[in-house]
């Protein structure tokens, strides 16, 4: 089935530690995002990638790194988690770079501890 | 201040009824304008985009743009318990921007 799939679907971290969501499409989109939800604050923009080796800075980046080696894959790295980056995370992807129609993932749920 | 601004509810409608949606923007250079529907616990599905001033129809919702006023609204018509979720406004300014801004969503329940 097409799609985006993400890895892991939830997870508990201890705080200071390095984490990485992954984060895969079969749809061969070349836009791709990450976005984090939280109660009250909606959708937010962390990072995204316009195609294959180019990545921007959304709303949200302090303390996410991505990078974007091919079309499929486009992993989010926490270098040094802290406890407000818990939160559900969604990776998304669009056909059109500059898009807003976008499928997204499934999310992770992330808890920093 | 909040970009983009929806009631978050609850909002309670009978089944069969209309559910009447309501999102303003601030941005006047927006361009493009979506509706989303998350279900509990799950993702964000696309359900609909507009992106001229008037009603674009399709099945039983329709989405509605004032660009004047700033203003975007869903209407979902015979509404079925089914349609029971969050429904996030999203607004972007032009092609080529990448911000895609939502609003916090408004829970709608339907009422058998």
């Known amino acids: 089935i097409a799609g985006i799939t993400q890895a892991p679907t939830s997870q508990i971290l201890a705080a200071g530690r390095r984490m990485t969501l992954r984060c895969t499409q079969d749809m061969r989109h070349n836009a791709m995002y990450w976005y984090r939800q939280d109660l009250g604050l909606g959708l937010r923009l962390i990072h995204y990638s316009n195609t294959a080796g180019t990545t921007g800075k959304g709303e949200v980046p302090d303390g996410y790194s991505v990078s974007r080696a091919n079309t499929d894959d486009f992993p989010l790295t926490l270098a040094s988690a802290v406890p407000s980056q818990t939160s559900v995370y969604f990776c998304?992807?669009?056909?059109?770079?500059?898009?807003?129609?976008?499928?997204f993932g499934q999310g992770t749920r992330l808890t920093v501890v | 201040q909040k970009e983009v601004e929806q009631n978050s509810g609850p909002l309670s409608v009978p089944e069969g009824a209309i559910a009447s949606l309501n999102c303003t923007y601030s941005d006047r250079g927006s361009q493009s304008f979506f509706w989303y529907r998350q279900y509990s616990g799950k993702s964000p599905e696309l359900i609909m985009s507009i992106y001229s001033n008037g009603d674009k129809e399709d099945g039983r919702f329709t989405a509605q743009l004032n660009k004047a006023s700033q203003y975007v609204s869903l209407l979902i018509r015979d509404s079925q318990p089914s349609d029971s979720a969050t429904y996030l406004c999203?607004?972007?300014?032009?092609?080529?921007?990448?911000?895609?801004?939502f609003g916090t969503g408004t829970r709608l329940t339907i009422i058998p």
């Open positions: 998304a992807s669009s056909e059109r770079t500059g898009s807003g129609e976008a499928f």
């Open positions: 999203a607004v972007k300014e032009n092609f080529g921007n990448e911000k895609l801004t």
